[in-house]
Structure formats: C-alpha cells, structure tokens
Nanobody, 121 residues
Framework: QVQLVESGGGLVQAGGSLRLSCAAS????????MAWFRQAPGKEREFVAG???????????NYASSVKGRFTIFRDNAKSTLFLQMNNLKPEDTAVYLC???????????WGQGTQVTVSS
C-alpha cells in the first residue's frame, strides 16, 4: 500500500522559513517523479515544484515562477523522503501543501493528505 505522509507545516511570519517533508512507503521511490503542490482556500490546486532522479548525483528540478528562487525541492532516495525548503515566505504562500508521485510529471498516481502552511504578515 502506497503512503505519502507530509510533515513540517506550521505558522510562520512573513520572511521566515519552513522545511516540509514527505515520507513515502510502499513504492520504489528512486524511480519516480516527485512533486509538491499547494491548495489555498477557494483556489485550485497548483504545482509548486517537481524533481526527478537520473542516477548518481543527477537530479532535475523545476519550479513554479511564484516560488523560484525562494523554494528548493530535494530528495533523499535512501530514506524515500521528499523535501521542500521554503525561504522568504510570503502571506500568499499560505496553503495546504501536498506531495505527489508518479512515473513522470503530470502523471501523478498517489497523493498525500497535506500539511498546512500559514504565513502571517
């Protein structure tokens, strides 16, 4: 049974930082594309960042323009864990953050339950 469990959310002031984690089980983590999404109240779910692994130390990451330069996605294949380092947070980053996985970008088959991030001004 595939499980994705997010953690690390919380309340932070604007300009602060948080690191989110997504622990995966029941799948071959290293073979899969991993991504973070977010959904704010009354808004559609939106892509935040994604990452794939091509072997060795070669990773490919891409980001939404709204977070580029502030957020960093990375993964620990040995621990089957995905991370999102979020710096210089803004109130508009407030949302539930979810991790997702699939064979390729835009082919997501599994989703976590999400972790709440709230940024106060």
């Amino acid at each position: 049974q595939v499980q994705l469990v997010e953690s690390g959310g919380g309340l932070v002031q604007a300009g602060g930082s948080l690191r989110l984690s997504c622990a995966a089980s029941g799948l071959t983590f290293s073979n899969l594309f991993m991504a973070w999404f977010r959904q704010a109240p009354g808004k559609e779910r939106e892509f935040v960042a994604g990452i794939s692994w091509s072997g060795g130390s070669i990773y490919y990451a891409n980001y939404a323009s709204s977070v580029k330069g502030r957020f960093t996605i990375f993964r620990d294949n040995a621990k089957s864990t995905l991370f999102l380092q979020m710096n210089n947070l803004k109130p508009e980053d407030t949302a539930v953050y979810l991790c997702a996985t699939g064979r390729a970008q835009n082919q997501y088959t599994n989703w976590g339950q999400g972790t709440q991030v709230t940024v106060s001004s």
